[in-house]
């Protein structure tokens, strides 16, 4: 919102959305997001990104600025130098994107449903995707 932090997304893919309680808590409703590969991003703004470590395998960044939800990145080794799932929010334009699939889906609220014919992963499924263990996530 404030331009503090600015991005630069060579390539999208992956258009998923994440029911999870942390995601809701942190996005305000379902996360909506894009993957993004770490050598396709390009960030302008760094020292203005806060993040916080949310699980054992991913942080979830915002603008220290003005608090924008900016991505949930996934570690990879000690360098976290990991995917991006950057949210659509922040795209000048997010036409054309098809749903690929949810994850946590058996945590969404009944007030909402999306419709298609996509994978929807529950916690379990989801966790073990990821390697997590489902009893300490």
Known sequence: ???????????????????????????????FAVTVPAADME???AEAIRAYRSSDWASRAFCGTCGSVLWYRYDKGVDDAGDYELTIGLLDDADGLTLEREIFSDQK????????????????????RYGAQVDGA
């Open 109 to 128: 609220p009944d007030c909402w449903a999306l419709t298609g014919d996509h994978p929807r992963m529950t916690r379990a499924e989801t966790l073990a």
């Open 43 to 45: 960030i302008e703004g």
């Open 1 to 31: 919102m404030c331009g503090a932090v600015r991005f630069t997304a060579k390539s999208l893919s992956g258009f998923g959305v994440c029911h999870c309680e942390q995601c809701r808590r942190w996005a305000g409703s379902a996360l």
